[in-house]
Structure formats: C-alpha cells, structure tokens
C-alpha cells in the first residue's frame, strides 16, 4: 500500500475532527510546518472563543516543564465541555533547564507522561507539536506511534514533483473548486514548495473566480506573481536527472529574464562543458583506480559536497555518453560562434535536448 501524503494526511484529521472522532492526546510531527501550523489554528477553533481564557493554554517546551502540562492536562474545564492543552516543540520539555538544577523537589518525568497517556483526562485535549518525530525505540515514542488514546500525525516536505496533484486536491478541499492541470504545473513550477506561499496565491486566485469556473493557465498569468528565478544549478539538476520538459522550462525561463540571451547561453554552454569535463576527468581516473580525495585534489574541486554530486552524474552516464555529450557541446559552441543559421535560443534548447536524451 502506497503512503499517505502530508495533504491526505492532513485532509483525514480535518475531516476527524469536524466528524468529533477526536482522541484526548494528538502528536504532530514533521518539518512541513505549514501543516502543524494549520492544525494547531483548527484545533484552537474547537474551544469557544469566549471560553479561550480558560480552557486553552498555549505552551512553550523550551519556557515550561513536564509538571505544568499534566497539571493543567488533569485539569478539567471551566463552563464548558473541554479544555485543551497545547505545547510546541514538545522535545524541549526534556531538555535540562536551569531550574531544575537549582531544584531538589522531583520534576515530572517521561514515565509521568506515559502513565497520563494510559489514562488521560477524557475532558481535555493534550496537543504536542514538534518537527522532529519520537523515536520508535523508546517507550514513549511507541506510547505516541501506537498508544490507543493518542492520534499521531506526522507531515513530512511536499516533494517537487508532487506541487501539482497537491495544488489540485487544495483547490478542491479547501476552495470547492477546480484547477486545470496546466495551470497548476505553472503555478507549482514558478512558486516552488513554500506551502504557505501557494495557498496564499491560490487563495488570490479563487477569490477571481465564480463559483464552479475552473481556474486556468490566463487566470495564473494574470493573477499570480510569476517572479521566480532559475539558475543554472536548477537546469544542471535537471538535465542531469534526464527530465526532458523540466529542462526546457527552466532553460526557457532563464532566457526569457536575461538581459542578453546571446550572453545567457555561452555562458550556460560553457557552464555545462565545464562540468562534463569534471566529469569527464572522474570517469577516466576511477577506471584507473584512483581515490577520491587524489581526484578532488587533480580535477581541482575543493567542495566534498559539489565532487560528490559531480561523482552522481559520472554513475549516471557511461563514458560514451560523455564523449558524445563533448561532442554535442563543441557543436553547440561553434554554432554560438557564428558557425550555424539558427537562433541562439534554438542553439540552447537543441543542446539541451542532446544532452538529456543520452
């Protein structure tokens, strides 16, 4: 069975606790914040907001202690149904604070925190947030992951190539309403990850629209800050991952923002000679056995991280095909030279082309 994505899972728990099926303690974990940071809004929702003084506390891991949380957890509410307690970054609980040291009275310890699990308050709402997710080894991380009364959630980063079919489940859910895939590919490709920047423009978007009109690729071009700049680096992840469309986007759109396209692209042919030739050079010497760090020192790459991406790429294609990439490189810089009928965006994009089909 495939996993769950952060949208379904984040979509599931919506749809728990507009149906009440609500657990007395909840975890939320993950680095994709703009989930935790949405829950934490909906769950503060379901306590009335004239009872909020009352029956809702806010806590910090890093300014408070395990003793509070469970005193006010065991609390019950005052003039309402609930209260509800939230602590962000729950693992800060267990950090050692100064007061503790200067402290001889016992503080509340994990085993404090397993036994109210067991049997939590059934009148209170015990909420705990932090982006790194409890390890399943101890007995409180399998108490969280496995416990009956606690819900767990984690939300982990909307991968690239997912932005798309995330776009259109948002549109649907949190709109009512529909996005054409080509414009959500715009919307996604231009804008990046930022979840909280996407549902911002999607929201600009929506409110443009009449009830059941999807939204369209125009609406985007004319509602939406398209503002984000490629660099090469981004064309070089591309083509060297062999996504063909992802390629020509990116290659179109650093053209379209140059000041001189001519400049753009013998710029961007020598940038990618210049690489395969680094890659070039790690082929040929491995074949010859040599180390790494004798490579690093002979090709003249200083940074383990960019040798080891560069070493990725010469895994990636066979020797050949980095002669036959040479070739089409040579090719592409004559023709920059003057040496070639086409125009110097055609020259790049044909060179892409050869280079990604390898």
């Known amino acids: 069975m495939a996993k769950s994505s952060s949208l379904d899972t984040y ?10 099926k609500v657990k007395p303690v909840n975890f939320l974990c993950g680095k994709e914040t703009f989930f935790l940071d949405r829950l ?12 909020r003084d009352f029956n809702l506390d806010l806590l910090y891991g890093s300014d408070t202690d395990l003793d509070k949380v469970l005193t006010l957890s065991r609390s019950y509410p005052m003039m309402a149904e609930r209260r509800m307690v939230i602590v962000r970054d729950f693992f800060h609980l267990f950090d050692t604070k100064e007061d503790d040291e200067n402290n001889n009275a016992r503080n509340a310890q994990p085993d404090d925190l397993l036994a109210y699990i067991e049997k939590p308050n059934p009148t209170n709402m015990l909420i705990l947030i932090d982006e790194k997710a409890p390890s399943g080894n101890t007995r409180l991380g399998k108490a969280i992951k496995k416990g009956k009364s606690v819900g767990y959630y984690e939300f982990d980063y909307v991968p690239e190539h997912q932005l798309p079919r995330w776009i259109t489940e948002w549109v649907k859910h949190n709109h009512k309403s529909v996005i054409e895939a080509d414009a959500a590919q715009l919307i996604a490709s231009q804008l990046g990850n ?8 999607i929201g600009k ?13 125009d609406d985007v071009h004319a509602h939406v800050g398209l503002t984000r700049e490629y660099t090469v680096f981004e064309l070089q992840d591309a083509v060297t991952s062999r996504n ?51 490579i690093m020192k002979e090709i003249g790459v200083g940074s383990p991280f960019y040798f080891n991406k560069l070493s990725d790429i010469a895994r990636a294609y066979s020797y050949q095909e980095t002669l036959d990439i040479f070739e089409a490189l040579l090719d592409a810089d004559k023709a920059v030279k003057g040496f070639s009928k086409l125009d110097f965006e055609a020259i790049l994009l044909m060179t892409i082309k050869k280079i990604v089909s390898k």
């Not at 934490?40 to 009872?51: A, L, R, V």
């Open 11 to 20: 979509q599931n728990l919506v749809q728990e606790l507009k149906s009440g």
């Open 40 to 51: 934490q809004d909906i769950f503060t929702q379901m306590i009335p907001k004239e009872s």
């Open 194 to 201: 930022n979840l909280l920047h996407l549902t911002t423009e």
């Open 205 to 217: 978007l929506a409110t443009y629209k009449k009830q059941g009109e999807a939204i369209r690729r």
């Open 244 to 294: 063909l469309d992802k390629s020509l986007y990116i290659a179109d759109q650093m053209l379209r923002l140059s000041d001189s396209v001519a400049g753009e692209v013998i710029k961007t042919i020598g940038f990618f000679y210049s690489m395969f030739s680094n890659v070039w050079q790690i082929q040929r010497l491995r074949f010859k056995s040599w180390p790494d760090k004798q």
